[in-house]
């Protein structure tokens, strides 16, 4: 059964910094693809970043600069380091793991607020 869990979500002012974790299980997570993505209320769900199985990250071009997307394979864990957070990031995010052609799993979500 394949699990993915996020962690590292909170409340946290203009400016500030957060780690998102997501720690995979049940899968062979370095032949996975995997992603960040975000929902935040009355909007589609999009992708934030992405990092392929062999390293390459890529980012949402509204975040770069601000975040960092990156994958440690010995931990079946992928990370996403948030800084200068704005409140247009407020949202809750949710980790993506996908391996061609069939395979496709989401973690459950952590919220995201950035607030004064």
């Known amino acids: 059964q394949v699990q993915l869990v996020e962690s590292g979500g909170g409340s946290v002012q203009p400016g500030g910094s957060l780690r998102l974790s997501c720690a995979a299980s049940g899968l062979i997570f370095r032949l996975f693809d995997m992603g960040w993505y975000r929902q935040a209320p009355g909007k589609q769900r999009e992708l934030v970043a992405a990092i392929t199985k062999g390293g390459s990250p890529n980012v949402l071009d509204s975040v770069k600069g601000r975040f960092t997307i990156s994958r440690d394979n010995a931990k079946n864990t992928v990370y996403l380091q948030m800084n200068s957070l704005k409140l247009e990031d407020t949202a809750v995010y949710y980790c993506?793991?996908?391996?061609?052609?069939?395979?496709?799993?989401w973690g459950q979500g952590t919220q995201v607020t950035v607030s004064s």
């Open positions: 993506n793991a996908r391996k061609v052609p069939l395979d496709n799993y």
